[in-house]
């Protein structure tokens, strides 16, 4: 094998059920449920050799000592039955190498470098292995189409983020005609336009496609990936639910095979068989144990997107004036790398009655634990999703990309949430306050909390026996088998 890759549990066994060789993108919010549908396939028969980066590797076993077997992140996995093999690869960059502080820079290796290295460790896998006859690898990757073909695998697109920011995406071309993406003088009315989409502000589209510069480096990787090599994928799964987003899937349908099959969760939601957190996670139970039901608001921004130290000093102040007990999971990085001191003075004194800060957590600990009321989020798929299965309703801040969109679904369509400040690019320490405190008085959000009641139903009964995810999930194996018997 290469020198750029490892590899365990790789054995010469055969197998007449879909191999999968599984490579997500190398960033937290797409580990996460990249993990989960390798558990989930190989519970319903398929092998899997699942293809971490070598830096993220690094970084879950850094943090989950539990899980810090040094070669091998599946081996809990594989004593269960699962037959999940696991290998990683370069991204082209040294292991240790920050890549939050240089962003672009990593977004450049994933467009220009990482596919050489995903060629060589697939065809030295398909070289070994005459059984593997499929990819699954994330959207967000511009190289798919390139690979499948040539070692004949069956080319399954995984989509982590709701079908509409998919739909949006897929539409590029109708928002550059229409004046909402690349012109000079945007134009700032409805977007009506869209198959499966009734219609969405411009401020709702996802951050990429509201930029004035579109010549960066991750709007070509949009543009390479799913603008053009997601739409030539055989097959394509997401990580939402059918009746969540019916109209948009619709669309989607008709246009490649399109399986909703979320929300993606172990089958035991606070139970992992596998390791996905890139940093140590603090445990918040004895704290949140001492705290009245529905009492605590969870506040995260998420593992990547960054914030102003204004925007961050305002929600500060906005929380300890609003009295309201919190737990913070405050990632160091969160303004930047290089400004790791970003609380106002004297705010851990101040709040060291109110709240509990910690540098991260286990999320779906967290918010299910009876004490928390409510979830200010950046509206990462992964924490609306979590949060609905929950019953926790949410406070609405989004940072990057998919959120704005995000944020649309759960404030505007589900009518789960609300928006933390109303103002865009304007956040005030007096509207935090207020609306903090109003959401956490129960009388006062009532129509979320009775609405993401509905919503999370809806999960429920999509995972149930019979519900459409997993019919979806069953029409999907079904697919792919047809697929790899046309393609060998």
């Known amino acids: 094998m290469s020198p750029t890759t490892t590899l365990a549990g790789i054995t010469d066994r055969k197998t007449e059920n879909p191999h999968a060789i599984f490579i997500p993108l190398p960033l937290q919010g797409h580990i996460i449920p990249s993990?989960?549908?390798?558990?989930?396939?190989?519970?319903?028969?398929?092998?899997?050799?699942?293809?971490?980066?070598?830096?993220?590797?690094?970084?879950?076993?850094?943090?989950?000592?539990?899980?810090?077997?040094?070669?091998?992140?599946?081996?809990?996995?594989?004593?269960?039955?699962?037959?999940?093999?696991?290998?990683?690869?370069?991204d082209g960059l040294p292991v240790g190498f920050d890549r939050s502080l240089n962003h672009d820079l990593f977004m450049?290796?994933?467009?220009h470098v990482f596919s050489a290295h995903v060629d060589e460790i697939v065809g030295n896998l398909v070289k070994n292995d005459p059984s593997i006859n499929c990819l699954i690898a994330d959207s967000f990757h511009v190289w798919p189409l390139m690979i499948s073909n040539k070692y004949k695998l069956v080319n399954i697109s995984f989509w982590t983020e709701p079908a509409l920011v998919l739909n949006l995406y897929y539409h590029m071309d109708l928002l550059k005609e229409n004046g909402h993406y690349d012109p000079l003088d945007k134009d700032d009315g409805i977007i009506d336009y869209i198959p499966g989409v009734e219609s969405i502000k411009p401020t709702d589209l996802m951050s990429y496609l509201q930029a004035t510069n579109t010549n960066t480096v991750c709007h070509s990787i949009i543009r390479k990936a799913l603008f053009e090599d997601a739409k030539s994928a055989d097959i394509v799964i997401c990580n939402t639910i059918q009746e969540l987003e019916p109209h948009t899937i619709s669309s989607l349908t008709q246009r490649q095979p399109f399986y909703a099959i979320g929300p993606i969760f172990p089958n035991k939601f606070t139970q992992e068989l596998v390791s996905t957190s890139l940093w140590h996670e603090l445990d918040c139970t004895c704290w949140l144990d001492n705290k009245p039901p529905g009492s605590v608001l969870y506040v995260s921004f998420g593992s990547y997107a960054h914030t102003t130290k204004h925007d961050l000093e305002e929600i500060a102040f906005g929380l300890l004036q609003s009295r309201v007990s919190f737990v913070w999971a405050l990632r160091p990085d969160l303004v930047s790398s290089n400004d790791t001191n970003v609380l106002p003075v004297g705010f851990l004194d101040q709040t060291k009655d109110q709240g509990l800060i910690v540098p991260w957590c286990n999320q779906k600990n967290v918010i299910s634990h009876l004490s928390i009321?409510?979830?200010l989020t950046h509206c990462g798929w992964?924490?609306?999703?979590?949060?609905?299965?929950?019953?926790?309703?949410?406070?609405?801040?989004?940072?990057?990309?998919?959120?704005?969109?995000?944020?649309?679904?759960?404030?505007?369509?589900?009518?789960?949430?609300?928006?933390?400040?109303?103002?865009?690019?304007?956040?005030?320490?007096?509207?935090?306050?207020?609306?903090?405190?109003?959401?956490?008085?129960?009388?006062?959000?009532?129509?979320?909390?009775?609405?993401?009641k509905k919503v999370k139903r809806?999960?429920?009964d999509a995972l149930a026996m019979g519900g459409s995810s997993q019919r979806n999930v069953d029409q999907f194996i079904s697919q792919v088998m047809v697929k790899a018997s046309q393609i060998k």
Request: aromatic share 8%; with cysteine; proline share 2%.
């Open 382 to 452: 992964n924490s609306i999703l979590e949060s609905i299965w929950c019953g926790v309703p949410l406070i609405c801040f989004p940072l990057l990309t998919d959120q704005f969109t995000n944020r649309k679904l759960v404030v505007d369509d589900w009518r789960i949430g609300i928006n933390l400040c109303e103002r865009k690019n304007l956040v005030d320490r007096v509207e935090v306050k207020r609306k903090v405190k109003d959401f956490m008085m129960q009388e006062k959000s009532n129509e979320v909390r009775v609405e993401i």
């Open 373 to 375: 009321g409510g979830f």
């Open 35 to 90: 993990v989960h549908l390798a558990v989930k396939l190989a519970s319903k028969g398929f092998t899997i050799t699942f293809i971490n980066t070598q830096s993220i590797h690094h970084s879950i076993t850094n943090s989950s000592p539990e899980f810090s077997t040094t070669t091998d992140l599946f081996s809990e996995a594989r004593k269960s039955g699962l037959d999940i093999r696991y290998a990683t690869v370069s």
């Open 458 to 460: 809806t999960l429920e």
């Open 108 to 111: 450049e290796c994933l467009l």
